[in-house]
């Protein structure tokens, strides 16, 4: 789990000036029925504890933006792959002058000044005490404690705008989001006795090492997914990597890994750094993280040649309780060529923020895949209980894995694929069913009939959307060889398939493939993928859901065929 809030100033306050009358015409804007579960109220949080709190004031156009994601990004538009520059993008993310205007109005009133933090100015940052918030929001901070961990946050169950500011600002955060601090850790390893070269005997699948169904290497995911190991060709063809909660990647260690696991490649390829809200990725032996070093490895080792980056996003948060997930997309969408891919291997449950929130960060996934960037995260490791080991009396679909504008890999194993038992899948509460999965969902709903029902949303977004490997990953941590296992692995394999695909494309003289979504469920899409049909994803005191022929919520429309891939996107 990242580590709690922490905050900067960005605003000056009085704490006894008196609120403008003009503002004290207050409506309820957000609220939450009830604390979540793990979470006990221990009492009103003290009335001169600093809070660093930010609002996202309403956007000017985000309907026209997602006409435009659409319209570069389906495979049969007269539009496709002429991706968004950083100017139009923030044309259509913008607020309207009026709103800029009497939401700094709103705070003169209480003698603050707020701080833009966002490309487009959508999100302004200010610091007050409990006091003063409790006051100019009509709200009721408390200090919540995390059952399990001790840990404490800060927040209230419900709070109000002025009337007068509706439609002009959207949200207060953190307020009535909260995170989990067992959340974002979606690895299961053990350690391994030693690396080891030896030759693989071959299974009875064509060119797979039998040993793959016990141990994954780069070279059985190439003989899966016909991965070639020729080395890509293009510069500006840029493979980001996120790294979060102190976790720090090794290039010793991906020295090592390189020298056992891909003997073809020379052992002096790395990655390059990022950092962000004070990240760092410091190369100090014993201080490498798991997740950093399997994100890494099997980027740099399985999109060979790709230019890989490591965006190490630290404490000095500006995105309150979602700890860099909102931060690291406002720092890309500020620059002028983001990567064309960027996975992800964190995540939480979408209950723990509030669906204003998570439209929020979604629509900044949207403005990014404008931009040309695929965007992947691993769907979750819980099954139909998402990030959660507390009880489940419905299904817990996962955060970003509903939002319509990313590409969520679940997990499989196995020489003859099978989904991993653990992979998250399902339907969001938050977000609708969106076009371009309408019709697979639709026969999937249908094949299953009554079954689990009531337990999940059956208009949702569904996800995952593909899958890839993710039992059993061979990594190698400070020396020594681990086996890693979730979706978490996954997510970097499909990424890296992406990267090399956007390689060859740009070779060719054609735009990077962008937003995945259209085009996996696409007919030439479906068709290029290896669809799985066996396994569930078990969870909430139920076998959850099963892997069946088409896209299931479990594998999605299932794992990638390199070749039949290649040929979808025309070359």
Same mark, same amino acid.
């Given at each position: 789990m990242l580590p709690g809030l922490k905050f900067l100033a960005f605003a000056c306050f009085i704490a006894s000036v008196s609120a403008n009358p003009v503002y004290r015409s207050l409506v309820l804007h957000e609220q939450r029925e009830d604390v979540p579960a793990g979470f006990v109220n221990t009492g009103a949080a003290p009335a001169d504890q600093v809070l660093s709190l930010r609002v996202a004031l309403v956007n000017s156009d985000m309907a026209g933006l997602e006409k435009a994601l659409y319209d570069v990004s389906t495979p049969d538009s007269s539009l496709y792959g002429q991706h968004l520059a950083k100017e139009d993008v923030e044309e259509f993310v913008k607020p309207a002058p009026e709103s800029v205007t009497m939401v700094n109005e709103f705070f003169a009133s209480y003698n603050i000044t707020a701080?833009? +933090?966002?490309?487009? !100015? *959508?999100?302004? %940052?200010?610091?007050?005490?409990?006091?003063? %918030?409790?006051?100019?929001?009509? %709200?009721? =901070?408390?200090? =919540? #404690?995390?059952?399990? @961990? !001790?840990? #404490? =946050?800060?927040? @209230?169950?419900?709070?109000? +705008? &002025? %009337? *007068?500011? #509706?439609? /002009?600002?959207?949200?207060? /955060? &953190?307020? +009535? @989001? =909260?995170?989990? &601090?067992?959340a974002r850790l979606p690895l299961i390893s053990s350690p391994l006795p030693a690396i080891t070269t030896s030759t693989p005997t071959l299974s009875t699948r064509q060119s797979v090492p039998s040993s793959c169904d016990s141990i994954v290497t780069p070279a059985c995911l190439e003989a899966l997914y016909a991965i070639p190991t020729t080395l890509a060709t293009e510069s500006s063809n840029v493979l980001g990597v996120s790294g979060f909660a102190l976790e720090y990647a090794s290039q010793a260690d991906l020295a090592d890994f390189l020298k056992y696991l891909r003997t073809d490649m020379s052992d002096n390829t790395t990655f390059s750094l990022q950092t962000l809200d004070g990240g760092q990725n410091p190369q100090t032996v014993g201080w490498a993280g798991l997740e950093a070093n399997l994100d890494t490895q099997y980027t740099v080792g399985i999109a060979s040649g790709v230019p890989t980056t490591f965006i190490s996003v630290g404490e000095s948060t500006q995105d309150g309780a979602l700890d860099g997930l909102l931060d690291i997309i406002n720092f890309l969408l500020n620059e002028s060529n983001p990567p064309h891919v960027l996975t992800t291997s964190y995540g939480l449950n979408e209950n723990e923020m509030s669906s204003a929130l998570a439209s929020q960060l979604c629509s900044a996934y949207m403005q990014l895949g404008a931009r040309g960037t695929s965007i992947l995260f691993a769907s979750g490791d819980g099954g139909v209980a998402g990030f959660s080991d507390e009880t489940c009396t419905t299904f817990l679909p996962t955060f970003p894995s509903g939002c319509p504008f990313m590409t969520s890999v679940g997990a499989t194993t196995g020489i003859e694929e099978t989904a991993w038992t653990s992979t998250s899948g399902g339907f969001s509460n938050y977000f609708d069913i969106p076009s371009y999965q309408a019709d697979a969902v639709s026969s999937y709903l249908t094949t299953l009939g009554s079954t689990n029902s009531g337990l999940f949303n059956r208009t949702g977004r569904a996800f995952p959307d593909v899958s890839a490997q993710g039992g059993n990953f061979e990594v190698v941590l400070n020396e020594a060889a681990w086996l890693v296992s979730g979706t978490s692995c996954a997510s970097p394999v499909f990424a890296s398939v992406v990267a090399l695909l956007n390689d060859r494309l740009i070779a060719a003289g054609k735009s990077p493939l962008g937003f995945l979504n259209p085009f996996l469920y696409s007919a030439a899409g479906q068709a290029a993928l290896n669809d799985i049909t066996s396994g569930d994803n078990a969870g909430c005191s139920t076998n959850g859901f099963s892997a069946a022929a088409g896209w299931d919520p479990v594998t999605g429309l299932g794992t990638p065929n390199f070749p039949n891939l290649l040929s979808a996107v025309g070359l």
């Amino acid at each position: 789990m990242l580590p709690g809030l922490k905050f900067l100033a960005f605003a000056c306050f009085i704490a006894s000036v008196s609120a403008n009358p003009v503002y004290r015409s207050l409506v309820l804007h957000e609220q939450r029925e009830d604390v979540p579960a793990g979470f006990v109220n221990t009492g009103a949080a003290p009335a001169d504890q600093v809070l660093s709190l930010r609002v996202a004031l309403v956007n000017s156009d985000m309907a026209g933006l997602e006409k435009a994601l659409y319209d570069v990004s389906t495979p049969d538009s007269s539009l496709y792959g002429q991706h968004l520059a950083k100017e139009d993008v923030e044309e259509f993310v913008k607020p309207a002058p009026e709103s800029v205007t009497m939401v700094n109005e709103f705070f003169a009133s209480y003698n603050i000044t707020a701080k833009s +933090i966002s490309p487009a !100015g *959508d999100w302004l %940052a200010f610091s007050v005490p409990v006091s003063l %918030a409790n006051e100019m929001f009509d %709200a009721n =901070f408390s200090v =919540f #404690q995390h059952e399990k @961990t !001790g840990k #404490q =946050f800060v927040r @209230t169950l419900a709070y109000s +705008i &002025p %009337a *007068d500011l #509706q439609g /002009h600002l959207d949200l207060v /955060h &953190p307020t +009535i @989001t =909260f995170e989990s &601090p067992s959340a974002r850790l979606p690895l299961i390893s053990s350690p391994l006795p030693a690396i080891t070269t030896s030759t693989p005997t071959l299974s009875t699948r064509q060119s797979v090492p039998s040993s793959c169904d016990s141990i994954v290497t780069p070279a059985c995911l190439e003989a899966l997914y016909a991965i070639p190991t020729t080395l890509a060709t293009e510069s500006s063809n840029v493979l980001g990597v996120s790294g979060f909660a102190l976790e720090y990647a090794s290039q010793a260690d991906l020295a090592d890994f390189l020298k056992y696991l891909r003997t073809d490649m020379s052992d002096n390829t790395t990655f390059s750094l990022q950092t962000l809200d004070g990240g760092q990725n410091p190369q100090t032996v014993g201080w490498a993280g798991l997740e950093a070093n399997l994100d890494t490895q099997y980027t740099v080792g399985i999109a060979s040649g790709v230019p890989t980056t490591f965006i190490s996003v630290g404490e000095s948060t500006q995105d309150g309780a979602l700890d860099g997930l909102l931060d690291i997309i406002n720092f890309l969408l500020n620059e002028s060529n983001p990567p064309h891919v960027l996975t992800t291997s964190y995540g939480l449950n979408e209950n723990e923020m509030s669906s204003a929130l998570a439209s929020q960060l979604c629509s900044a996934y949207m403005q990014l895949g404008a931009r040309g960037t695929s965007i992947l995260f691993a769907s979750g490791d819980g099954g139909v209980a998402g990030f959660s080991d507390e009880t489940c009396t419905t299904f817990l679909p996962t955060f970003p894995s509903g939002c319509p504008f990313m590409t969520s890999v679940g997990a499989t194993t196995g020489i003859e694929e099978t989904a991993w038992t653990s992979t998250s899948g399902g339907f969001s509460n938050y977000f609708d069913i969106p076009s371009y999965q309408a019709d697979a969902v639709s026969s999937y709903l249908t094949t299953l009939g009554s079954t689990n029902s009531g337990l999940f949303n059956r208009t949702g977004r569904a996800f995952p959307d593909v899958s890839a490997q993710g039992g059993n990953f061979e990594v190698v941590l400070n020396e020594a060889a681990w086996l890693v296992s979730g979706t978490s692995c996954a997510s970097p394999v499909f990424a890296s398939v992406v990267a090399l695909l956007n390689d060859r494309l740009i070779a060719a003289g054609k735009s990077p493939l962008g937003f995945l979504n259209p085009f996996l469920y696409s007919a030439a899409g479906q068709a290029a993928l290896n669809d799985i049909t066996s396994g569930d994803n078990a969870g909430c005191s139920t076998n959850g859901f099963s892997a069946a022929a088409g896209w299931d919520p479990v594998t999605g429309l299932g794992t990638p065929n390199f070749p039949n891939l290649l040929s979808a996107v025309g070359l």
